[in-house]
């Protein structure tokens, strides 16, 4: 109930092409849904986040898509460049409990 | 504003060491977390704190001991080091809240080995 599933584990993408990375929950209950960003040497930074309460959400070449019948949400990064290579991480949490549920990540890689 | 500092950023230990690693954040967070990152197993709580003086358990706390004295500094202690403790530790915080509100900001890490 509370796993988060994050596919793939691993994701080669050419520059300029779309990045996709899929997750999927189980528990209803989570209204926050965020994405971190990774890069080798370096702790997680929050990249983008969304609530079930939109169905996507975008950030200049990032985007979350999140399907709350389905309990799936998806970060697609669009122009992908060699510069986002790095390991993005989903998560979840519950309302007033601040700790997240976390992914197994995916380590991107944007070859030029 | 130097956000969250670990120190070291690499150790290696024998079997049966004990050692400290060391967190301290600068943004007066009441929030702080430890957690271990291992290859396919994303982040992994070991411990955390809402407050001075207040600690509590994470998913995997065994073998690890913290205590908050400050509202800066939250050292995670390694009692009697396992080779299964081998793994890349992160310190997290964020101030005290819903998720939604306050991102966790992390610390660059500490890589563990043990012998």
């Known amino acids: 109930q509370q796993q988060v599933k994050q596919s793939p584990q691993s994701l080669i993408v050419q520059k300029g092409g779309i990045s996709i990375i899929n997750c999927a929950y189980e528990?209803?209950?989570?209204?926050?849904f965020p994405w971190y960003q990774q890069f080798p040497g370096k702790g997680p930074a929050l990249l983008i986040a969304i609530r079930p309460d939109v169905s996507e959400k975008k950030e200049g070449r990032f985007t979350i898509s999140f399907n709350k019948s389905a309990k799936q949400f998806s970060l697609h990064i669009m122009d992908s460049q060699p510069g986002d290579s790095a390991t993005y991480f989903c998560a979840a949490s519950e309302g007033s409990n601040y700790q997240l549920i976390w992914g197994a990540g995916t380590k991107l890689i944007i070859k030029p | 504003n130097a956000g969250v500092t670990q120190t070291p950023k690499f150790q290696v230990l024998k079997t049966g060491q004990s050692m400290t690693l060391q967190c301290a954040q600068d943004?007066?967070?009441?929030?702080m977390s430890w957690y271990r990152q291992d290859p396919g197993m994303g982040l992994r709580l070991i411990h955390y704190s809402v407050g001075a003086g207040i600690t509590d358990q994470g998913e995997v706390p065994n073998g690890y001991n913290v205590s908050r004295s400050t509202t800066e500094d939250f050292p995670l202690r390694l009692l009697s080091a396992a080779p299964s403790q081998t793994s890349v530790y992160f310190c997290a915080s964020k101030p005290f809240g819903t998720a939604y509100n306050s991102p966790l900001h992390f610390g660059n890490g500490t890589r563990l080995t043990v012998t």
């Open positions: 528990n209803t209950a989570f209204d926050y």
């Open positions: 943004m007066n967070h009441e929030y």
